[in-house]
């Protein structure tokens, strides 16, 4: 069982940066996929960035290419997301989730998920 906790959502300013964390506990880190989703009020859950953990393989939604990185940490059980130039539309719950899988822009292969951090981003 893993266990996932997100951190360092908050409110910022459109054009402004935030850095999410998820930290990993209770499996096998380096033997999952990790992505990030976001979900808006009233929206479906959609994913943002995944990274695979053979290679290094990233995936980015179109509506963030180029303004967002995903990355991980192996030996911390950590995967980040780097938000640069943020927009109001950004706004969203943002979560992280584990898959024991390489498809990582199919959100069914995803069974692991956090809480959820909250990320606004004022206009």
């Known amino acids: 069982q893993v266990q996932l906790v997100e951190s360092g959502g908050g409110l910022v300013q459109a054009g402004g940066s935030l850095r999410l964390s998820c930290a990993a506990s209770?499996?096998?880190?380096?033997?999952?996929?990790m992505g990030w989703f976001r979900q808006g009020p009233g929206k479906e859950r959609d994913i943002v960035a995944a990274?695979?953990?053979?290679?290094?393989?990233?995936y980015y939604a179109d509506s963030v290419k180029g303004r967002f990185t995903i990355s991980r940490d192996n030996a911390k059980n950590t995967v980040y997301l780097q938000m640069n130039s943020l927009k109001p539309e950004d706004t969203a719950v943002y979560y992280c989730?584990?898959?024991?899988?390489?498809?990582?822009?199919?959100?069914?292969?995803?069974?692991?998920w956090g809480q959820g951090t909250q990320v606004t981003v004022s206009s």
């Open positions: 989730a584990a898959a024991p899988s390489v498809i990582i822009a199919d959100i069914r292969h995803y069974e692991y």
């Open positions: 209770g499996g096998t880190f380096n033997r999952y996929s």
């Open positions: 990274i695979t953990w053979i290679g290094g393989g990233t």
